[in-house]
């Protein structure tokens, strides 16, 4: 007899949650559109209520629903319950060779290649990884970080190798907007600093200080650099950053960062000088 399991309420609810859920995920390939698709595993691991079940060799479709994600093979179907509705903002996924190991108080990934759609617009993404760890020294109170998300903002690192973007997209027009600031071009006549990507991107918090630079590739390579002070408000669901500093070639452009970020007019962003607000849930 076909052995048949239906993994129900496994919740990915991070904000819920005192530790990482425990996932071991190695060269995951996932290709999606319309919210349906194909997705390849190696080796996947996972514990839904204190049992560990394990794949390899996984190959399966996948159906996300607003609040759901199914995956399905010939013999298992699973039933992931997440909250990360900024998903419902691509119209395509295609992942390649990602690696994931998510435990306790651990949270790592890297990723060879991702190509996102995003209303019409692509970004391309190359050689990303992210970690977060959840140890706090000192904790915030006496039994630590309250969730999973807040130990994020104690200490973790981003990098990527390179983002690439169409022009006219949202990404574009926003560095192109810190270009601007720092070269002052005469742009009744003309714009010679149309940005085609950005690269080396390195943003690392540590105690809540965050520091962060990229260089953005335009005419000539631009180095821009960040510091501020991030939070995690449990209840909006939100990270708080507090920009301190931005420059773009030496120039302070910390007020036209915020003008940009309000142009982009993207609901999850909310911008109230000199805080910055990133929604990661749907809450209202």
């Not at 394990?54 to 997440?82: G, S």
């Not at 130990?151 to 990527?160: D, G, I």
């Not at 708080?240 to 960062?257: C, H, S, Y």
Request: proline share 4%; with cysteine; glycine share 4%.
């Amino acid at each position: 007899m076909r052995f048949t399991m239906i993994a129900v309420l496994y919740s990915l609810s991070f904000s819920a949650l005192a530790n990482f859920p425990t996932i071991t995920a190695k060269n995951l390939s996932l290709n999606m559109k319309d919210n349906s698709g194909v997705g390849f595993v190696n080796f996947l691991k996972y514990n839904i209520n204190n049992i560990s079940l394990t794949h390899t060799a996984l190959q399966a479709q996948v159906k996300k629903y607003p609040d759901r994600f199914i995956v399905n093979d010939t013999e298992t179907q699973i039933d992931f319950q997440y909250p990360l509705d900024f998903l419902n903002n691509f119209s395509s996924i295609d992942l390649h060779e990602l690696n994931l190991v998510s435990q306790g108080d651990i949270f790592d990934f890297t990723m060879e290649k991702a190509v996102l759609e995003i209303a019409k617009m692509n970004y391309e993404i190359e050689a990303a990884s992210f970690n977060c760890s959840g140890k706090v020294s000192p904790p915030k109170t006496d039994d630590g970080p309250k969730d999973a998300f807040d130990a994020c903002t104690n200490e973790s690192n981003l990098l990527m190798g390179k983002l690439t973007f169409a022009e006219d997209s949202l990404m574009e027009k926003f560095f192109r907007g810190i270009v601007e600031a720092s070269f002052k071009p005469d742009l009744k006549k003309w714009n010679p600093f149309r940005v085609r990507y950005i690269h080396n991107l390195n943003l690392d918090i540590k105690k809540s200080k965050l520091v962060g630079e990229v260089k953005i590739k335009s005419l000539i390579d631009i180095k821009f650099k960040m510091e501020g002070v991030i939070s995690y408000l449990e209840n909006t669901k939100e990270f708080k950053i507090e920009l301190t500093k931005a420059k773009a070639a030496f120039i302070d452009v910390k007020k036209r960062i915020f003008k940009e970020l309000t142009k982009l007019n993207i609901k999850e962003l909310r911008v109230e000088p000199p805080f910055i607000y990133l929604k990661i849930k749907g809450a209202k």
